[in-house]
Structure formats: structure tokens, C-alpha cells
């Protein structure tokens, strides 16, 4: 086990943790590994940091805990592939040592059966999902096992002609390890498949699962007399009728046979090129097909796919070849530009290896994991000109985890995910108002909703349930067990009961006196300060900053009991003086804009 420039990890007979230093080492609160020396982390073994510089190799076979990210190089994860069940692990990028495969997080990684035929595949940790023998890789160590499928009592499938007969529209399917959704109840036979046995899997939601069955169909050979042979140079043979779709497979990333059957396809047809994650759509391709009413769809590997509306390509232009390669969990936006991503919901990054411009919109079919279905992938990418995020579109994601995004562009993106789509429907809010990025922040972020589907009426006066809702949203809407004890609840909107009870059971905002609340008493510009005070001291946030406001010509109609609160807001950047008038009007009615404006201020630059 010994080797020079690495650090080892253990736990000897007794359980204590040994560690066997052999090369640079600081220290657990920081540690870094130099160029050219290596870091094991055994099973068993588990180190917490809170920062970590590794411009070496750390190979993770127990736990890395860290509180912030890693700089420098990847780790590398452990994956225990069973020794019984599983011949092969393999991935771009692979480090082996003990015979334990390490592969950094992001990786697409492939696993082979030692047994024939179809597998269901077993694997830690529980949310991972194994997909057509392949997964990314998490930021943890996997484990994986294989068990062989039963064989379908009663096949479905069946060879007639030139197709593969029997299917469920919409379904997956594996196939001789690819993967298929076939949009009627036919296939196109391959030609490598004819004259062999295929192993065809019927998928649940995308994914062999326990429940999944495995056929083996004999497939004639085309001298048998019962296939009709392919056309020269097609993947599909010919087509008997011109004004039937067909769908034309081309695998192994042929360009020029796909250049050939998209200058010769028909209205209506769709020509699917099958390739790998590091491949280059050609730009004579796209001219190629450019204007047809013909779908290209380009599979690389088994969970991302691009689609090409053709009719949207235009004529005449000379187009760029465009990178394929699709990276999920990358690191690569800045940590200060993520913070101003809207709210605190769970996010993924991708980046794109194309740069700039497709020249046309594509469709690009990701997954983001089957725990997110049902909810919305909201896309963000990162503009490196005024380095902010920018939304760009909302998919639903389905339930085997994919999500569909159309875009014009590569960039490097933020898929945000969330319970709703950050796409906004407001009318009254117009392109270009003063007012439309505060508004698109406190909606996606979910501190402010509109006051209809298709409305936020932002010239409207905000009212003290209004806000009692908002810093109810902003605390991120805890569970409320009492009720509160106001007099005149009965006139509190019934949105804002959970909302008034939490204020008043914290204090951030008071009744009006006599144990009444006055939920639609219009709140001015002091009072908004005044709440947004208490909830700061609420949460121990500093106070200390204070503005002057002596410099507004209305300073002397601040309310005694606000001045502290006016002061701390505009001492914060929260609430300024009017640019019209220069006064800070303390006694004017807060309108729904102004709140959206000052709600963002805060919650990008106040809350912790």
C-alpha cells in the first residue's frame, strides 16, 4: 500500500483513525494537495474541512466533507462495482488503483454485465439512476450491482418486414444497449441487427427497474427472404410510401450518411444520428436540411439529446459546426454571480462546450433526476458581460427526470428548480419599466406573488397583510401551529392568516393598539421600514448602519418612533429620497413596485 507523494487514511483494529502521512499536509480546517501528489481517503475514513486546494489528486473511497467549494481539481470518487455481477466500469476519465475505479464527479459512467442479456441495475446512494448501463457521476462514492432481468412470458415484440412491430407509443425501450421512444408502435431494424438475436427491454419512466421484463427476438437475415433489405447507404431501407413519416437511424456519428438522408428525406420525416458526448455537428450538415420540414435529432449518449426544428434553419447561410458536449454539475460561474440567482431553491449547473450562437433555436433534452419530477427546471445563463444571471426559459420536469429547454445560444447555464415556473405572465408588468427586474426577482424568489394570473398591479397600494405575507415569504413560510388573536381577523384576507399569526407571534410586525390588526390599512413608506427593522432584528441581522436623514427638505415629518428604521433603510440602499422631489416621503402610501425594489435590495445584500 505504500507509495512516495500520498497521504493515507485509515482505521486500525480498534476503530481510531490513523493517518499515515506521506508528502504535504497542512491542516484540517484548510488543507491543500501540490501539483504531482496525491490524497486517499479510505473507506471508513472521513475528513471535514472548510477549504480545500487541490492541485494534485484526491481519491475519495470514504467521506470529503467540505463547507465550501473545492478549489482547484476534481476529486475523484470510489465506485464498488460487486466483483461477482459486474465485468467493467469505465469513463472519459478514470483513475485505478486496488482495482477500484475513481471517477470524477459529472463523468459519464458506463457499467457491463458479467452475465447476457438484460440487467437491472442496484446502486448507491438511493437517488442514483442507471440508466441504458449508464449514470453521472455523483460528488460521493457509488456502489453498483447487477441482477439479470426475467424474460417477458409472452413477447410483445416481434419482426415483420422491415420493422419491429408490437410497441407502446411514448414508452421506452432498450434495445441491443440503446435506448428508443418510439412515437408510434413501429421501429426501423437496424441493419447490424438482422440475422442476430437483440435483447429488447421494455423501461419504466426511462429506467430499468425491478419490474422490468427483457425479450430476445431473432431477427431474420436479409438474404432469409422475410426483411425487405435497406436501401444502399440508408439506416432504414426504402420507403414504400413518400407521404408516410419515417424515422431514420444513423449510429456511430456517420455525418455524411446523415448529410445524404437529409437532402433526401421527406416532408414530415425525422432523421436521428446517434453519436458520443465529444462529437461535432457539422455545419454542411445543417445546410444540408436547411428550410425542410424534417426533424434531426442528434442522441448523444443516453441522456442528453439536441432537436432540430430543420424549417427553422436558415437557407443560404454558412453555418458553423457546433459542439455537442453537454457537462452537468460544473463549477465554472462564479459564487458571488449564483447569489443572485432568485430565492434559496436547490440548482445544477451545465455548461455547453459550444460558444456563442446556434444560428437558429434548438431543443436540448436533459435529465435532472427523477427525485425533481413534477416540478419546474427554470434556466438561467450566465451573461459574462454584466456578469448577472438571466432567465431564459421554464420546462416541467417529467417523470423519469427529463427536461426540455429551447435556446439560441450556448453558455454556460443554472438550472433552478422549483415548484413553479419563474416564466412571467404579469401584462402590467412592460419590458423596459423601472420597476421588471425587481419584480421578475421577488416572484422567482418567491417573496411576492401577483395579484392575479396575469397581473401584479404594481401602482398598488401595499397593504399590512400584504406584508405581513412577505416577510412571511422571505422567512420561507415556517409552519404556523396558533392562530392569531386579533379582534378583526374576520377581515383578513384568508391568504394572510398564517402570515398575521406569524408576525405576531414573532413581533415583526404589531397590531394597531386596541388587539386589532387592520389587515387592509394601506402601510406608507415609514411603517414598510419599520417592519422590515423588526424582521432584521428578528434575525440578528446588523443594525448598525444608519443613513442621514437630515439631507431630505422632509426629514422633520419622519414619526419619532420610525426615524431609527428610516435611518437603518436608507443607510442600507433600501428606501432613498424620490428622484423627482428628493424627499424620502415617509407619510406617502408604499406601492407594490417600490416594495418589489426594496425587497430584492434586501434580500441580495441583507439576508444571511
Excluded at 426501423?188 to 429488447?200: A, K, L, M
Aim: hydrophobic fraction near 35%; charge should be negative.
Amino acid at each position: 500500500m505504500n507509495a512516495p507523494n500520498a497521504i493515507y487514511f485509515h482505521y486500525d483494529d480498534n476503530q481510531t483513525m490513523v493517518a499515515d502521512f506521506v508528502g504535504y499536509y497542512s491542516d484540517l480546517m484548510e488543507f491543500s494537495i501540490e501539483k504531482g501528489w496525491e490524497l486517499r481517503i479510505h473507506p471508513g475514513a472521513w475528513i471535514q474541512s472548510l477549504r480545500v486546494n487541490n492541485n494534485g489528486t484526491i481519491l475519495v473511497a470514504g467521506t470529503l466533507d467540505t463547507d465550501s467549494k473545492i478549489k482547484g481539481n476534481f476529486p475523484y470518487y470510489a465506485i464498488n462495482a460487486d466483483s461477482e455481477t459486474v465485468a467493467s466500469v469505465s469513463a472519459g476519465d478514470t483513475i485505478v488503483r486496488d482495482d477500484v475505479t475513481f471517477v470524477p464527479e459529472g463523468q459519464v459512467v458506463t457499467l457491463k454485465s458479467k452475465g447476457t442479456g438484460a440487467v437491472h441495475w442496484a446502486a448507491q446512494p438511493a437517488y442514483l439512476n442507471v440508466t441504458n448501463n449508464k449514470f453521472y457521476m455523483p460528488d460521493e462514492v457509488v456502489s453498483v450491482k447487477a441482477s439479470a432481468l426475467p424474460l417477458e412470458a409472452t413477447p410483445t415484440i416481434q419482426a415483420d418486414g422491415e420493422k419491429l412491430t408490437g410497441f407502446t407509443a411514448g414508452e421506452y425501450y432498450s434495445i441491443s444497449d440503446a435506448i428508443f421512444r418510439p412515437t408510434g408502435t413501429t421501429l426501423p431494424i437496424r441493419p447490424e441487427w438482422y440475422g442476430t438475436t437483440v435483447s429488447i427491454v421494455k423501461l419504466g419512466d426511462g429506467f430499468v427497474t425491478g419490474d422490468s421484463f427483457a425479450q430476445a427476438l431473432a431477427i431474420p437475415s436479409q438474404s432469409g427472404g422475410t426483411v425487405t433489405p435497406p436501401n444502399p447507404g440508408s439506416g432504414t431501407g426504402s420507403k414504400p410510401d413518400p407521404d408516410d413519416p419515417e424515422e431514420i437511424v444513423i449510429s456511430d456519428g456517420d455525418w455524411e450518411e446523415a448529410e445524404e438522408e437529409l437532402s433526401q428525406a421527406d416532408s414530415g420525416d425525422t432523421v436521428i444520428v446517434e453519436t458520443d458526448e465529444d462529437d461535432t455537428l457539422p455545419g454542411e450538415v445543417l445546410e444540408s436540411a436547411a428550410g425542410k420540414n424534417v426533424t434531426l435529432i442528434i442522441q448523444v449518449g443516453t441522456i442528453v439529446s439536441w432537436e432540430i426544428d430543420c424549417r427553422e434553419i436558415p437557407k443560404a447561410a454558412s453555418l458553423q459546426d457546433i459542439s455537442l458536449q453537454v457537462s452537468m454539475n460544473t463549477q465554472g460561474i462564479p459564487e458571488s454571480v449564483l447569489q443572485g440567482l432568485p430565492g434559496s431553491h436547490p440548482f445544477q449547473q451545465m455548461t455547453l462546450g459550444h460558444d456563442g450562437p446556434f444560428g437558429f433555436p434548438v431543443k436540448l433534452h436533459t435529465n435532472v433526476g427523477r427525485e425533481n419530477s413534477g416540478k419546474w427546471a427554470n434556466l438561467y445563463y450566465y451573461n459574462e458581460e454584466t456578469e448577472k444571471m438571466e432567465f431564459e426559459t421554464a420546462a416541467r420536469v417529467t417523470a423519469s427526470g427529463d427536461a426540455v429547454f429551447t435556446m439560441t445560444h450556448a453558455s454556460q447555464y443554472a438550472i433552478v428548480l422549483d415548484e413553479k415556473s419563474h416564466t412571467l405572465s404579469f401584462q402590467d408588468v412592460k419590458e423596459g419599466s423601472w420597476f421588471q427586474g425587481a419584480v421578475e426577482y421577488v416572484y422567482r424568489a418567491g417573496l411576492m406573488a401577483g395579484t392575479g394570473d396575469t397581473t401584479f398591479e404594481p401602482n398598488a397600494k401595499l397593504t399590512r397583510a400584504m406584508t405581513a405575507q412577505i416577510l412571511y415569504n422571505l422567512e420561507g413560510t415556517p409552519e404556523v401551529t396558533g392562530e392569531a388573536t386579533f379582534t378583526d381577523m374576520n377581515t383578513a384576507p384568508d391568504w394572510s392568516v398564517d402570515a398575521i399569526a406569524w408576525a405576531q407571534d414573532t413581533g415583526v410586525v404589531a397590531g394597531m393598539g386596541d388587539n386589532t390588526f387592520a389587515p387592509n390599512l394601506k402601510v406608507t413608506r415609514e411603517q414598510f421600514a419599520q417592519m422590515l427593522y423588526n424582521y432584521a432584528k428578528y434575525k440578528k441581522y446588523d443594525l448598525a448602519k444608519a443613513g442621514d436623514l437630515t439631507k431630505f427638505p422632509d426629514a422633520d415629518s419622519v414619526s419619532f418612533w420610525a426615524e431609527n428604521a428610516l435611518s437603518w433603510a436608507n443607510g442600507n440602499g433600501l428606501i432613498n429620497g424620490h428622484e423627482d422631489t428628493t424627499t424620502i416621503d415617509p407619510q406617502g402610501n408604499t406601492i407594490r413596485a417600490q416594495a418589489a425594489s426594496i425587497l430584492m435590495n434586501f434580500d441580495l445584500n441583507l439576508v444571511k
